[in-house]
């Protein structure tokens, strides 16, 4: 078995506290966790840091490690015959089992689950006695599934592939019409197998929706950006409008001014909750107004431009030139003293 | 290989879960969940009976999985005492609703293509 110093991987000394530990411990899980580090060894680093830590935060386990003394990195050692023994009969169903083929983590691992077998049983136990089996729960998948607002919008089957040991699972999972943004399915007993007759683990799914081209959503609502023309902002028109069903016709109101929305109640994503009706709901459809412009003009529109321009009095800077110099009117709070 | 059909729960406000069910899956003990509660860090719904007679069970919004299951992760990884799990449920359930208000004001703000839609 190779020895690994632990005290040298968290930095601390050999008769340091645990609050040393803790803090050093902590430190490198900052510095090295796998969603913060970019580091190339990172999660190597991460991994050794935790084990240490896991050995040396634990009094009897500290114990025991203290135990093999102070040796160099990896070098070839053999731990205590007491050890062998009890580690044997408690993890290779017989006395006197050889260590070749397991590292000091599994060796300390192994203490823990001995020991809670040993609690388990009303024993106190070193590496084992009579180890009992401890129920333990089947690894959770977590996953993050990304589909269209149209698949949000109708539904769909999801077929996902799962790593199970040496070999892979097919699931298939029914997506629901009126899936949100962010929205977490859980899948109850689908994850890892149990052991010992603990349960299997559950599969957690975490729904993105992709950017779409057209429409932005908020909830089980929509917006999308409507495009005028300002003479049809001035007079009204009926605009043919994209849903995510079929396209339907809308009617800008006249003086229709640009920031505006306007709803087209009932037009937006499938809601999947049922109202008090005991119908599923549906969201809206928001219109944002913005108002364009050709960017090159021929002539005969130009000549109706700046004829308008003569002709009208409308200054839609009108509030600016007026309040330029004035403070916003606010309502006043806070205290004063005299 | 026959893909298996499966029954899944929304994990958001329609559905409930109940204490020792929530605490199956974020992996923290009832007595854990229940100190979480006394530091109103995680508000129950009511209780629900359980098949003991006489015996209720406190019941859970079930949108508190996702974060419970985050912050016990965290809890294992810095090795966090509890209170600081609890603090760090009432910071993280800020970020998500300061999120999703993100979400809705960028949804409302324009978005201008070139010319028209795209194709």
């Keep these: 078995m190779k020895y690994k110093d632990y005290y040298a991987v968290l930095g601390v000394p050999r008769d340091a506290d645990l609050d040393q530990i803790k803090k050093a411990y902590r430190k490198l899980a900052r510095q090295f966790h796998p969603d913060v580090s970019k580091e190339p060894n990172a999660e190597a680093q991460f991994k050794e840091a935790g084990e240490a830590y896991a050995t040396l935060k634990d009094a009897e386990k500290r114990a025991a490690y203290d135990q093999l003394g102070k040796r160099a990195e990896g070098q070839e050692f053999s731990p205590p015959p007491q050890w062998q023994q009890d580690f044997g009969g408690a993890n290779r169903g017989g006395a006197g089992a050889s260590f070749d083929d397991i590292d000091l983590a599994d060796l300390f691992a192994a203490m823990g689950r001995a020991r809670a077998g040993g609690q388990a049983s009303g024993q106190g136990a070193h590496f084992g006695g009579e180890r009992q089996e401890m129920p333990m729960q089947g690894r959770d998948y977590e996953n993050t599934v990304s589909i269209s607002l149209e698949d949000a919008h109708h539904g769909r089957n999801l077929n996902l592939q799962l790593a199970d040991g040496n070999s892979t699972r097919s699931l298939e999972v029914t997506i629901p019409p009126g899936v949100r943004e962010g929205q977490k399915l859980r899948l109850r007993g689908k994850g890892g197998k149990g052991y010992n007759g603990g349960a299997d683990g559950d599969i957690y799914l975490h729904i993105v929706l992709l950017p779409h081209a057209v429409f932005r959503t908020d909830g089980y609502d929509l917006y999308f950006d409507l495009l005028l023309t300002p003479w049809e902002a001035a007079l009204g028109a009926e605009v043919q409008v994209p849903t995510l069903d079929d396209p339907v016709l809308l009617t800008v109101p006249a003086g229709t001014r640009a920031g505006r929305k306007l709803r087209l109640r009932g037009r937006g994503l499938t809601n999947a909750t049922k109202g008090a009706d005991g119908v599923k709901g549906r969201g809206d459809l928001y219109a944002l107004i913005r108002i364009d412009i050709p960017a090159t003009l021929s002539e005969r529109e130009r000549e109706l431009y700046q004829e308008l321009a003569k002709l009208s009095t409308f200054n839609p800077r009108a509030h600016v030139a007026t309040n330029a110099h004035k403070p916003k009117q606010e309502k006043a709070h806070g205290s004063t003293t005299t | ?119």
């Design chain 2, 1 to 119: 290989m026959a893909a298996q059909q499966l029954e899944w729960m929304w994990l958001d406000a329609t559905e409930t879960v109940t204490l020792s069910e929530l605490a199956r899956c974020c992996g923290m003990s009832t007595m854990e969940l229940d100190e979480l509660v006394d530091y109103k860090a995680l508000p129950p719904m009511a209780s629900e009976p359980t098949q003991l007679p006489l015996m209720f069970e406190r019941v859970f919004s079930a949108e508190w999985v996702t974060p419970l299951r985050k912050v016990s992760q965290l809890r294992q990884t810095y090795d966090l005492d509890l209170f600081t799990v609890a603090m760090l449920l009432n910071h993280m359930s800020r970020i998500e609703e300061l999120e999703r208000q993100v979400r809705t004001l960028e949804a409302q703000l324009a978005h201008l293509p070139k010319h028209g839609y795209p194709d």
